[in-house]
């Protein structure tokens, strides 16, 4: 059974940190492309960063210096470090794991984890 299960999310004042967590099974990890996603209500599902399965990273422009993106392949687990959090991060912030094999692509979300910046 696949799951994507993530975790860290919180209500922290501006200025403030968070680690988010994304732990997955029944999934071919080590050779996924994995992905965080933030959403707010009305708005488009919008990607924040970016891992390859090479390890090369990339960073929306709004969080470039403030977010990295980090994964552990032993442990199946992808991060995301938010540091100089700002009232505009707020929203559920999802991760996604992609991949091919020869036969079929993959693609795999999490249920997603609330992140609000609130004074």
């Known amino acids: 059974q696949v799951q994507l299960v993530e975790s860290g999310g919180g209500l922290v004042q501006p200025g403030g940190s968070l680690r988010l967590s994304c732990t997955a099974s029944g999934i071919r990890f080590s050779i996924a492309d994995l992905g965080w996603h933030r959403q707010v209500p009305g708005k488009q599902r919008e990607l924040v960063a970016l891992?390859?399965?090479?390890?090369?990273?990339n960073y929306a422009d709004s969080v470039k210096g403030r977010f990295t993106i980090s994964r552990d392949n032993q442990k199946n687990t992808v991060y995301l470090q938010m540091n100089s959090l700002e009232p505009e991060y707020t929203a559920v912030y999802y991760c996604?794991?992609?991949?091919?094999?020869?036969?079929?692509?993959?693609?795999?979300w999490g249920q997603g984890t609330q992140v609000s910046v609130s004074a």
């Open positions: 891992t390859t399965n090479f390890g090369s990273t």
């Open positions: 996604n794991a992609r991949y091919k094999t020869v036969w079929r692509e993959y693609d795999y």
